[in-house]
C-alpha cells in the first residue's frame, strides 16, 4: 500500500483537556500571537491543517540538517507533537508564558522573538548533538530526531525568571530560586519522562541564556527595534 502523509482529522483527550482549560483562562485575554500559536499547533495536530510531510519525517535531527540539508526541521519540528498529552502540557505551559512576554514585548516584537529563539533552540539542538557524537564517539546522538516545543518553552522559562524578581518557585514538589528552577525542571522531567529530550530542553535553556545573558540578545533586541520601531 502506498503510503499517505494526509493526517485523519482525531480529537482527542489531551486537546479536549487544552480547549477547557482554555476556555476556563479566556480566550479573549489570550494575547493573538499566543492564541493563533496555539490553536495552530492544535489543529496541526489535529489533522484539520493538512500537510504534506509526516511529524516524524520533519524532526530535529542533527544527522538529517547536517548532511541531508533538509533545513525545514529547525522550524517545523518544534511545532508538531508525539501524541495528544504531548500537545497538551506544552500548549498549556505556552499559554502561560507567551500571555505574560507577550503583553510585555507587544505582539509583532514577541513573534520576531518566538522565530529567532525557535530557531537558536534548533541551531544549538544540533551544535549539541555534534559535540556529544565526536566527544562520546557515539555517532546515535547525531541521528536522534525529537519534535515538540518543549525546547522553545525552556528558553522562555528563562526568559520569564530573568524578567521576574528573584522569588521561590515549585519544580516538581521542590521549593527553588528561580533562577535555578529551568535546571532542576530539565532534571525533574528527564529522570521522570525518559522519552523526553534532554538535548531538546538543554539547547532551549541555552538559547534562554544566550539571549538574557549575553551581547547576543543585545544585537537581537536592537534588530527587532529596526523592525518594529
Known amino acids: ?12 483527550l489531551g486537546v479536549l483537556l487544552l480547549f477547557s482549560e482554555m476556555f476556563n483562562f479566556g480566550f479573549g485575554k489570550v494575547p493573538p500571537v499566543t492564541l493563533l500559536s496555539i ?52 500548549m498549556i505551559s505556552f499559554l ?21 529563539i525557535t530557531l537558536m533552540t534548533s541551531g544549538i539542538y544540533v551544535g549539541l548533538a555534534v559535540g556529544c557524537a565526536r566527544f562520546m564517539v557515539d555517532y546515535s546522538y547525531m541521528k536522534s530526531c525529537a519534535i515538540g516545543f518543549s525546547g522553545v518553552l525552556f528558553a522562555l522559562k528563562v526568559i520569564t525568571m530573568k524578567e521576574s524578581e528573584p522569588r521561590m518557585v515549585n ?49 537581537i533586541d536592537e534588530l527587532i527595534r529596526l523592525i518594529t520601531g
Open 39 to 90: 490553536l495552530g499547533q492544535a489543529l496541526l495536530y489535529m489533522g484539520i491543517i493538512q500537510v504534506p510531510w509526516d511529524k516524524w519525517d520533519v524532526c530535529i535531527s542533527a544527522d538529517k540538517v547536517l548532511n541531508a540539508r533538509d533545513y525545514r526541521r529547525l522550524v517545523i519540528s518544534a511545532f508538531e507533537h508525539g501524541d495528544d498529552m504531548h500537545l497538551y502540557y506544552n
Open 1 to 12: 500500500m502506498r503510503r499517505t502523509n494526509r493526517r485523519d482529522p482525531r480529537l482527542e
Open 171 to 219: 519544580v516538581a514538589g521542590i521549593m527553588v530560586p528561580s533562577r535555578y528552577a529551568a535546571w532542576v525542571e530539565l532534571i525533574a522531567i528527564h529522570l521522570l519522562v525518559p522519552n523526553a529530550s534532554f538535548m531538546g530542553h538543554l539547547a532551549g535553556i541555552l538559547a534562554g541564556f544566550i539571549y538574557t545573558s549575553t551581547f547576543i540578545g543585545t544585537i
Open 96 to 116: 502561560l508564558k507567551g500571555s505574560s512576554l507577550e503583553r510585555r514585548y507587544h505582539s509583532m516584537n514577541f513573534l520576531i522573538l518566538l522565530v529567532i
